[in-house]
């Protein structure tokens, strides 16, 4: 496996349904994030973490949960979404997080029942 | 509320001709640039970045960077049918919380046989 790695690939999900988001990075970058991708909408970061800590939260909703247990893994847990959640999910990384290089993974295309 | 503009296209043009993309930003103090593509269904690629005043050239792609007048654009030379794509303009905000790389909405662009 190289680059940057996301499961699943699409996911459909009830509003009371939890399920989480999966990201691996094959890199060796000390940074990663969660980006959203709406129709007709720039990219929005959601969360940062540096070094397994992270560094920001973008003012995103409390339904939306990340993780990151080591600096390959970040995880976004999802509960009790809203169908305006539907949006592509892109988990990318970096070897410096106040850089503009990023490289992201294929995407979770999450669509919310 | 500090922002990247780029006109959403699309932006047709004919194979072998010079495509044109341009960005402005909000922010005076911004001090890095960069150019992702992102072809349809696909997750974004970094294809140029730009720190100073003046152009940077790679292969077929120039950057071209005005601080002055916050604009910075993408020249693609000799285009072929596989530069279409959405072209993402990204800029990372000095002094903000690390990550804080704002995108563009996007030029999609289309060249034609």
């Known amino acids: 496996e190289t680059g940057v790695t996301q499961t699943p690939r699409h996911l459909v999900m009830g509003m009371t349904n939890k399920k989480s988001l999966k990201c691996e990075q094959h890199?060796?970058?000390?940074?990663m994030y969660w980006y959203k991708q709406s129709a007709k909408k720039p990219l929005e970061l959601m969360f940062v973490?540096?070094?397994?800590?992270?560094?920001e939260n973008n003012s995103v909703p409390s339904r939306f949960s990340p993780e990151c247990p080591n600096s390959s893994h970040l995880f976004l847990h999802l509960h009790t979404l809203q169908p305006e959640d539907s949006a592509l999910y892109l988990c990318?990384?970096?070897?410096?997080?106040?850089?503009?290089?990023?490289?992201f993974g294929e995407g979770s295309r999450l669509t919310v029942l | 509320q500090k922002e990247v503009e780029q006109n959403s296209g699309p932006l047709s043009v004919p194979e072998g001709a010079i495509a044109s993309l341009n960005c402005t930003y909000s922010d005076r103090v911004s001090q890095s640039f960069f150019w992702y593509r992102q072809y349809s269904g696909k997750s974004p690629e970094l294809i140029m970045s730009?720190?100073?005043?003046g152009d940077k050239e790679d292969g077929r792609f120039t950057a071209q960077l005005n601080k002055a007048s916050q604009y910075v654009s993408l020249l693609i030379r000799d285009s072929q049918p596989s530069d279409s794509a959405t072209y993402l303009c990204?800029?990372?905000?000095?002094?903000?919380?690390?990550?804080?790389?704002?995108f563009g909405k996007g030029t999609k662009l289309s060249v034609k046989p």
């Open positions: 990318a990384s970096s070897q410096d997080p106040e850089a503009g290089e990023l490289f």
């Open positions: 990204a800029v990372n905000i000095e002094g903000g919380s690390q990550g804080n790389l704002i």
């Open positions: 890199l060796g970058h000390n940074a």
């Open positions: 730009i720190y100073s005043n």
């Open positions: 973490y540096s070094l397994e800590e992270r560094v």
